[in-house]
């Protein structure tokens, strides 16, 4: 099994308190903010990062900040301290400088100790008791600056097991302080900040693509990482489509029914593997022989390596380029069914499919498409796709009415394709207005499409879904901010006798 | 006194006005659909997208995890491998009610208002 560790390293960070280079370790509180230090694995008692600033000028130290402890008047090691992270400590040597605030007190020193590291302790730190390995008493007590230089101790430096370095000042008497900057350690890091500091250790990773197993949703493909569900791994989403437009409907919104889930695949550089879609025929309430599809808003055709899993039947309608997105579009689209009558048959009696419970059930059907964005490691022609440049909101669905390719139904303001038949807008009842951003509504903005991110029991046919769902005219009243669970199996929520569900039917 | 008095009782007003919260117009629930007029940025849909700010941590050494978004039910809606230092925007639809998000990375777990839009973490801690 191939293993690799989480950490790469480089150079020179620049920007913190705290930095690292190939050899060493460096503390000179530069960031101003030891949030940042305590947040990259150091740790500090009775210590504060101070403004050389807010410092009389004979005091203050290199750079704009240095650390300043409390008074010291403890000769405990656990009083006043700097630790470093967990690092693999080198040889040489640890040196910072030092001076006092004030002249006075008895005693000032410096205690240096090591503590290694203990991954089977109970101990949340994981250390062990300090070992001290130097000890530095000021010759006197002055203002003056002292440059500290203490070797690595041997019996850890290169060892290649993580310790930590305490770095204790101790003192008896008076209230001066100590102030220290420029804190060098030669060693290598070897905490994760983001484990709760711990030392690092080397992980599983099966496939070699860096992120460790037990995060891998493929752990044994070095092509895959990632699963990222709309809604969720175990819900589906509802489009629900009148389409009628440009005219307007009845409002039953079931004319085109389909639920959805969408996963985006990625690799371990958030890079789009595929987009496995899964779509659900429930309910077409319609006489006319509707189609359905998708936008990519804003993804070429030749970021898609191809499509496959949907139904197109013998209509010709439809032209596709070779990897099976529709030809003359700007950004790709995907024409998952053509007809849906081809696909769930009508039961020979009334005129929609699934909308009336007078009529027998056609059992739903399941279409599973993929748009495969990179094969084995290698994107389509156009390049990769990060994740983030294919968000849930850039799938633009709609059906295409009565095989008429022109006549798209979208989502209210969401835009038509290249192939929308420009002559049916403002047509009708439909009030488009590009310049606005505003599509598919009326002058008073009703829709010819819902999109219900929680499911959908959608109206029998010609029931308008205000009488179904009765709290729907608040929610879209105010803008959504009234009953925003509307479609809820709430008290008071439904009339069910106007809703279509599988069991009422025949 | 008595100016003393009325500005009193005109501070305690405008006090009390300011902190009434902005209602929503009443809607008439048996207005039928047909006749409602609604707003121009209202979209039909139950969802709303999110984007999300991360500000990174600066870090010593380039530290990758995995950072998972969550809703309120505990759906993962989003899943990158991050580099810690790094600050990333993120764009993530989830159901209108909730009101907050939570960040996962390794250890670190963060939860963030959703505030017209946007939800902000920060992988450096605000408190020692």
Redesign the interface.
Request: aromatic content about 6%; proline content about 10%.
């Given at each position: 099994m191939k293993k690799t560790s989480v950490f790469f390293f480089a150079l020179i960070m620049m920007g913190l308190g705290g930095r690292l280079n190939a050899q060493q370790l460096i503390l000179d509180f530069e960031s101003g903010n030891e949030n940042i230090e305590l947040a990259n694995c150091w740790a500090f008692g009775a210590l504060a990062y101070i403004s050389n600033a807010a410092l009389t000028p004979n005091l203050a130290l290199n750079g704009g900040w240095a650390g300043r402890t409390k008074p010291l008047t403890n000769l405990n090691q656990n009083a006043c301290w700097i630790k470093t992270p967990w690092i693999l400590p080198y040889s040489g040597n640890i040196t910072f400088i030092a001076r006092l605030t004030a002249v006075n007190g008895t005693l000032r020193g410096i205690r240096l100790s090591y503590i290694s590291y203990n991954p089977n302790s109970s101990n949340s730190s994981k250390e062990n008791t300090p070992v001290e390995f130097y000890s530095w008493n000021w010759p006197s007590i002055n203002l003056g600056l002292y440059t500290i230089t203490a070797p690595m101790p041997a019996a850890i430096a290169n060892s290649g097991q993580p310790y930590k370095i305490l770095v204790s000042f101790v003192g008896t008497g008076g209230n001066s302080r100590a102030l220290v900057d420029d804190m060098v350690f030669p060693g290598q890091y070897w905490s994760d900040p983001s484990s709760n500091c711990l030392a690092q250790s080397v992980i599983a990773d099966a496939d070699g693509d860096g992120v460790g197993d037990q995060d891998d949703e493929y752990p044994t493909d070095p092509f895959r990482a990632f699963n990222n569900y709309y809604p969720s791994s175990n819900g589906f989403a509802t489009l629900a489509f009148e389409d009628n437009w440009p005219n307007k409907g009845d409002y039953d919104f079931n004319d085109v029914v389909v639920d959805y889930q969408l996963n985006r695949v990625t690799n371990s550089q958030n890079q789009l593997v595929e987009v496995l879609g899964t779509f659900v025929l429930k309910a077409s309430g319609a006489s006319y022989k509707n189609g359905f599809g998708f936008q990519l808003n804003g993804i070429p055709s030749d970021k898609i390596i191809g499509v496959s899993g949907t139904n197109l039947g013998s209509t010709t309608y439809i032209s596709l380029m070779s990897n099976g997105l529709e030809a003359a579009q700007s950004s790709a689209n995907v024409i998952v069914f053509d007809n849906f009558t081809d696909i769930m048959q009508h039961p020979g009696i009334g005129t929609g499919i699934n909308t009336d419970p007078t009529y027998p059930f056609v059992p739903y059907q399941t279409l599973n498409v993929t748009l495969t964005f990179m094969n084995n490691g290698t994107p389509a022609v156009g390049g990769p796709v990060l994740l983030n440049e294919l968000p849930i909101s850039s799938f633009n669905f709609y059906i295409i009415v009565n095989q008429d390719r022109g006549r798209e139904v979208h989502l209210a303001d969401y835009v038509p394709t290249n192939l929308a038949n420009p002559a049916y807008f403002n047509s009708g009842q439909d009030d488009t207005q590009p310049g606005q951003g505003k599509y598919y509504k009326t002058s008073n903005n009703l829709p010819w499409a819902i999109s219900l991110v929680e499911g959908f029991d959608y109206p029998i046919e010609k029931v308008g879904i205000d009488k179904a769902y009765l709290h729907f005219v608040e929610w879209a009243s105010s803008n959504g901010e009234l009953y925003p669970n509307w479609s809820e199996n709430d008290e008071g929520y439904r009339d069910n006798t106007k809703i279509f569900y599988p069991s009422s039917a025949k | 006194m008595k100016n003393i008095s009325f500005l009193f009782a005109l501070a305690f007003t405008l006090f009390m006005a300011s902190c009434q919260k902005e209602e929503?117009?009443p809607?008439?629930?048996?207005?039928?659909?047909?006749e409602?007029?609604?707003?121009?940025?209202?979209?039909?849909?139950?969802?709303q997208?999110v984007i999300i700010h991360v500000k990174g941590?600066?870090?010593?050494?380039?530290?990758?995890?995995?950072l998972v978004i969550r809703?309120p039910d505990g759906?993962?809606?989003?899943?990158?491998?991050?580099e810690?230092?790094k600050d990333v925007?993120?764009?993530?639809?989830?159901?209108?009610?909730y009101s907050e998000l939570y960040l996962k990375?390794?250890?670190?777990q963060l939860t963030s208002p959703i505030k017209d839009g946007k939800a902000e973490f920060s992988?450096?801690?605000?408190?020692?």
């Open positions: - | 929503v117009n809607v008439d629930p048996s207005k039928p659909i047909e409602l007029t609604v707003s121009n940025d209202f979209k039909w849909i139950t969802s997208s941590l600066p870090t010593p050494v380039p530290v990758r995890n995995v809703t759906s993962e809606i989003l899943k990158i491998f991050h810690m230092s925007t993120l764009d993530v639809t989830l159901h209108s009610v990375y390794g250890a670190l992988l450096i801690p605000s408190k020692k």
